[in-house]
């Protein structure tokens, strides 16, 4: 949890992105939270119980794997995996809700809120709100629902409840509405775990704080591994907390290359994707100025991506600076690719990934050609895909 | 002088309390809505608050989101507001007209904010902005266009003065902690908040969102200036669509009217 520049600034804005565009009633409830979180970040009995959790409960270090069969198959260059899939339940997600939930024990809250797209982060939160006993609610789009069973199922298990939202789009983007709502509505006694660096300010502050977990790792496996810097790390951006947690502490060190991979969808040229970096604009949503998918009465587009976890109109506020910056590149794959990818991953490595993360892998197809053998990279394995099976043997046409 | 700043203050001098009654625009579409406004003004109701539809209206509650998601179905914008309002002004151009909404439609039409034709538009209220901060400070210059800021029960006293001060319409308290047409209210609460705001306040402090019946109504108008209607009044509009019969929503109005006069 250290800090590598000096963003946000107070105001929570990263350059011109970022800010605290929310409802009135709930001005109060960030400010406390930003408090308490300036409070407790540096404080040695907070991070040790932060770290203790993360090695005991979810079994960190993730390691840094050598893909030898993927390196021969691309034949250039050396393809290291960091393995967030091995985390309990089951995805990089359990490394934000287990350092935000307890901030909501320190802050005395009894109820536990979030949203969820790929169910991941409903997962997760459903994980640590169990383990301290607290009530939790989790708000899913109708049509993510319908598509990520297992996990609606596992949160249910977890003794959560699921609320399923059929406004809008019933995607990832309309959950998050229905859980601002509730927390406008309980703001006294609720916590909001947001799971990825969006939201308004301090936010994308607090889940790449937590998330930056795996970049310090990668610091210290890379010189374990390979002695040197990687010459690139690859990572999925839908809201981008994976790829924000992989890239923060790296970014004053400049011979990685920072890569995020958006979702094409259908492909960028058809407008139907969800790819805000790649080919969208700045605007407001969720509380946050960053780049978004819109139309030009200012509205937010409808998404479309065979992946749950990345299917949302926005982008947190600070890959929107990484990129004008240009200290990260983005780029975006489709539907198609991403499920070639899924199925290579699996054959070549025996590892089934997330389709979040499968949208990494696929962009390795242009990426190793831009490498010698004397490069290493790093892609962020984001998740395991078991919850995707459904998804893709329905396409594959396959009954289970 | 801009219609809302003199509607409130002949309110106040006729020791009077103002009806704020709110659609959405294009809800069920806009030639209705015009004749809704129409409706609005003949029953009662003071000053109309347009409500700008937007995809993701996260402080509003269920009946008014889909009334949000009705218009956007008929493609209304900004632009077709504005055109809008220019018809209405044709026959009203006393009645003070408020646009609500969310940043990120208004950022995308400066321009027509920055011309604000025949100064038709008389205040704007967005509720997604830091209350201490205008429209100006996102790069809309308005100078026709006066602000209203929203205070809740969970501001803090600090920033209830700062809040105050940047409203030069009027300050919207929200009566409780959740979405439009929600439930709850705490009128002791409301009371003590309402003065602490009358304090600092050099506008009038009108008071919304979970007024549901006359009782309500008239238990806030004692301890407000004034009272905002939404959600009831839009449902309404939804219930009466279908047929277009709109003669309860008049009804509604004027029994407010007097309920709180």
């Known amino acids: 949890m250290e800090s590598n520049n000096n963003l946000p600034d107070k105001n929570g804005f990263f350059g011109e992105y970022g800010g605290k565009f929310v409802p009135e009633t709930l001005m109060y409830a960030l400010e406390e939270l930003e408090n308490t979180y300036n409070k407790l970040k540096d404080n040695n009995e907070f991070k040790k119980q932060f770290y203790k959790d993360l090695s005991e409960f979810v079994g960190r270090p993730s390691p840094l794997y050598f893909a030898e069969r993927l390196t021969k198959h691309y034949g250039s260059g050396s393809i290291w995996l960091k393995r967030e899939d091995l985390n309990h339940t089951g995805a990089h997600k359990i490394n934000n809700t287990i350092g935000q939930i307890l901030l909501a024990k320190y802050m005395g809250k009894k109820r536990i809120i979030a949203e969820t797209g790929a169910g991941q982060h409903g997962v997760a939160t459903a994980t640590v709100a169990a383990r301290l006993g607290l009530e939790c609610h989790i708000y899913m789009g109708a049509e993510d629902v319908q598509r990520q069973s297992l996990n609606v199922y596992r949160i249910k298990l977890l003794g959560a409840q699921v609320h399923s939202v059929d406004s809008g789009s019933a995607t990832l983007k309309d959950a998050l509405n229905e859980a601002l709502r509730d927390w406008v509505t309980n703001v006294d006694d609720t916590y909001y775990i947001i799971g990825s660096v969006t939201g308004p300010h301090p936010y994308p502050m607090i889940v790449r704080d937590f998330n930056s977990v795996v970049g310090e790792e990668l610091i210290e496996q890379s010189k374990e591994s390979f002695n040197t810097m990687p010459d690139a790390i690859v990572a999925c951006v839908g809201g981008g907390s994976n790829a924000m947690g992989a890239f923060y502490p790296f970014i004053n060190i400049n011979q990685t290359r920072l890569i995020g991979v958006e979702a094409a969808g259908n492909g960028l040229q058809t407008g139907e994707h969800a790819a805000p970096l790649n080919d969208g604009s700045p605007g407001v949503l969720h509380g946050a100025l960053s780049y978004l998918m819109q139309d030009e009465a200012g509205q937010v587009k409808a998404t479309k991506s065979v992946s749950a976890g990345l299917d949302y109109p926005g982008v947190g506020p600070e890959h929107s600076w990484l990129k004008d910056s240009g200290r990260a590149e983005y780029v975006a794959v489709d539907d198609d690719e991403a499920l070639e990818a899924f199925h290579q991953v699996s054959e070549l490595e025996g590892i089934i990934p997330a389709l979040e993360t499968a949208h990494a892998f696929a962009y390795l197809e242009t990426l190793m050609k831009e490498f010698d053998d004397q490069s290493n990279i790093i892609v962020n394995v984001s998740g395991r895909g078991d919850k995707d099976i459904n998804t893709v043997a329905e396409i594959d046409g396959i009954k289970i | ?261």
């Open chain 2, 1 to 261: 002088m801009n219609r809302l700043t003199k509607k409130l203050s002949k309110i106040k001098s006729n020791d009077k309390k103002a009806l704020v009654g709110y659609l959405v625009a294009g809800d069920p579409d806009i030639e209705t809505t015009v004749e809704l406004m129409k409706l609005f003004s003949s029953s009662g109701v003071d000053i109309i608050e347009i409500g700008v539809p937007f995809t993701d209206p996260i402080a509003e509650g269920p009946i008014i989101q889909k009334a949000h998601d009705r218009a956007l179905k008929k493609d209304i914008s900004l632009v077709s507001i504005f055109q809008m309002i220019e018809k209405y002004r044709e026959f009203d151009d006393v009645t003070p007209l408020v646009l609500m909404g969310y940043l990120n439609t208004f950022i995308y039409h400066k321009k027509l904010i920055e011309n604000n034709q025949n100064n038709a538009v008389d205040s704007i209220l967005v509720v997604d902005i830091p209350g201490e901060l205008k429209l100006e400070d996102y790069g809309v210059k308005s100078n026709n266009i006066n602000t209203i800021s929203l205070i809740s029960p969970t501001t803090k006293k600090d920033r209830v003065k700062l809040i105050a001060e940047n409203s030069t319409g009027f300050v919207y308290y929200v009566t409780l902690r959740g979405v439009t047409g929600s439930s709850n209210l705490n009128i002791d609460e409301i009371k003590i908040n309402i003065e602490e705001i009358k304090r600092h306040a050099s506008v009038p402090t009108l008071a919304g969102f979970g007024i549901k019946s006359i009782e309500d109504a008239k238990l806030l108008a004692d301890c407000s200036d004034g009272i905002i209607i939404g959600s009831s009044l839009v449902q309404m509009i939804e219930q009466g669509s279908e047929k277009k019969e709109f003669d309860r929503i008049g009804k509604y109005i004027t029994e407010i009217k007097k309920a709180i006069s």
